[in-house]
């Protein structure tokens, strides 16, 4: 089992300054590479501060002389804002200044509100066309010269420049919820991620059976790695109330991703507030219990337990999602007791 970490600037009011969210984030990407963490993975997410990450690639530019062997992922760039010549020479460059450490996730795109104002309006469930014809395009760009005629891009004879140092590329990841989407996944050679969000452990074995039902369906095809992205927070034994924080924190999280995604509101200077709590009073999921209970919520035992379950399941790496709405010190602490009792469980 392999641990990444994946981290954004979060920012819910204006109390913290942007230069110091950037401290964080590099400080807690620093700590996951003294832990033994494999990657660090930062999105893609624009106008909006409860996710700061209008391009990945400066972020991970500045890590990667920062570290020395974690590996750098964007995680992940969203196919209908790029073009496939930037994005394969991006990811290239990084790759480049990296030694040959960056990975890089493709998605299609979920939030409307991005889609307003990067893309003219269009349906954010559209963007799969964009993913399916991006991804072979910057493979082909990677390996030298390489005309498109598509249906979203056209262009002339080009290449990468500079090229990967990995070869025959860099590590191709897609997030994947869908049947057709880890099917795609598989059958181009790209590793899947996947993210139950707040739904429990029954939706990470669902989508493990996704997975291979699409590795299935294509034998011809080495079967690629799998990772699951959980919010992950843990707290001391001797605090048995310490799993209040978490749960409160991540509903907190998903309340404000709830009115980001509901994209009915004008946000101001880039924060909405979250929903209010009573919105929520018929939906179970909400509950401070089964927020324990479905994401990643508890003493370092109890999380080590869960994640020998997803171990045997056949899921080959871990991501600890700190985006919380929590303190940068609780974030810490959490991190700290994760690397500390957790992480030396599966070494």
Partial sequence: MKFSLFVHMERYDEEVSHRELFEN??????????GGFSTVWIGEHHSMDYTISPSPMPLLAYLAACTSTIRLGAGTIIAPFWHPIRVA???ALLDVISNGRM?????????????????????????????????????????????HDGAIWKFPMSTSSPRPLQQPYPPIWIAAR?????????????????????????EVVDLKHKFDTAVANNPEVSRPQLMVLRHTFVH????????????????????????WFGNKQTPVNGILPPSPEEKFKERPEFELENIRKNTMIGTPEEIIARI???????????????????SHEEKKRSLELFIKHVVPAFQ
């Fill in 25 to 34: 984030l590099s400080e807690l990407t620093l700590m996951a590479e003294a």
């Fill in 89 to 91: 020479g991006e990811c």
């Fill in 103 to 147: 990975e890089v996730g493709l998605a299609r795109g979920a939030y409307q509100y991005e889609f307003d104002r990067l893309a003219n309006g269009m349906p954010a469930n559209e963007g799969g066309q964009h993913l399916r014809e991006m991804v072979p395009a910057v493979k082909a760009l990677w390996q030298g010269d390489y005309a």
């Fill in 178 to 202: 869908d049947p057709d989407s880890h099917n795609f996944a598989v059958k181009n050679g790209c590793n899947v991620m996947v993210t139950p969000l707040m739904k429990g452990d029954e």
């Fill in 236 to 259: 001391s034994p001797e605090d048995k109330e310490g799993w209040k924080v978490g749960a409160a924190g991540i509903s907190r999280f998903y309340r404000t991703f709830d009115a």
């Fill in 308 to 326: 020998r379950h997803y171990q045997e399941l056949g899921v080959d790496e871990f991501s600890f999602w700190t985006d919380n709405s929590l």
